[in-house]
């Protein structure tokens, strides 16, 4: 259901070696996913949303700790220059020719801002277990919109932890918080610390992408510098083989779609639109 007007151009990939890394490793490195003006439009949007946080903001930094960790959601839903983002850049693509799906869908997006001076860390968690979904075809295609490497809190992931087909508990991404109780009921095994030997980070330029599995492990420190932030966005598409699941508790606004159980998101057309077809 392609109604935002025409695709986004083809993007200029090897298709074979973004597919072949993102089977063996769960997570791939895309350099220059998004033009300079694409990154300027982006870094006002995330600005814009930061200084008036909406009802599905979240501060994962708690009163009285340093520095700030800024999330937002579903900004796709009212936010233009998000929606177009989906619908006019080659990230749905990218994720669609990684998976090796035949088309692709709209799931949702997210923020991640991580100011300087932030200690806070992001837990080490999947991003699976927090979907109301089954199937293999669910990545996020990372953007960034500041130089990122280790100086600034870069994320790790362990290569290979989307292999075994196990899922781990959600994680809580600020202790006390209302969803570290729900997620402390949660039959699934705690998530431990990966070995460092699998770990593989990015030295990530604005505008770069990082695709990865929605059962890869990953995780991030704090932003230990003093004047570079990290504003990232996490788009997260799914493909052909992906039904939905219900009774999973997290994300208020996805579970309001309300598919029967094993339903593929077809049947929710205006919320999960497809973005890209295999021509």
């Not at 090897?14 to 990154?39: C, F, I, K």
């Not at 593989?200 to 995780?219: N, Q, T, Y």
């Not at 999973?248 to 049947?267: E, N, V």
């Amino acid at each position: 259901m392609l109604s935002e007007g025409e695709m986004a151009q083809r993007f200029d990939i090897d298709e074979a070696a973004l597919a072949a890394a993102y089977a063996r490793d769960g997570v791939v490195h895309v350099r220059a996913a998004l033009g300079a003006a694409w990154v300027d439009r982006m870094r006002a949007a995330i600005d814009r949303a930061m200084a008036v946080p909406s009802n599905d903001a979240m501060e994962f930094v708690p009163p009285g700790e340093d520095g700030r960790f800024f999330g937002d959601m579903f900004m796709h839903r009212r936010d233009a220059d998000f929606r177009a983002l989906f619908f006019k850049t080659p990230c749905a693509e990218i994720a669609g020719r990684a998976m090796g799906a035949a088309e692709v869908r709209l799931f949702y997006d997210q923020i991640f801002a991580k100011a300087p001076n932030t200690p806070r860390e992001t837990p080490w968690h999947q991003d699976g277990p927090y979907w109301p979904i089954s199937g293999e075809m669910a990545c996020t295609v990372y953007l960034a919109l500041d130089p990122i490497d280790d100086g600034n809190g870069a994320v790790r992931y362990a290569r290979g932890s989307h292999l075994p087909g196990r899922d781990f508990r959600p994680a809580p991404f600020r202790s006390g918080a209302d969803n570290a109780l729900r997620y402390a009921g949660s039959a699934l095994p705690v998530v431990e610390a990966p070995d460092e030997a699998s770990l593989i980070s990015f030295k990530l330029e604005p505008g770069d992408a990082v695709v990865f599995h929605g059962r890869m492990v990953h995780g991030a420190p704090g932003n230990p510098s003093t004047d570079r932030p990290r504003r990232t966005i996490a788009l997260r598409f799914v493909g052909d083989d992906i039904r939905w699941r219900r009774g999973i508790s997290t994300f208020g606004r996805l579970r309001k779609a309300d598919l029967p159980d094993r339903a593929p998101l077809s049947a929710r057309d205006q919320l999960f639109p497809v973005l890209w077809k295999r021509g």
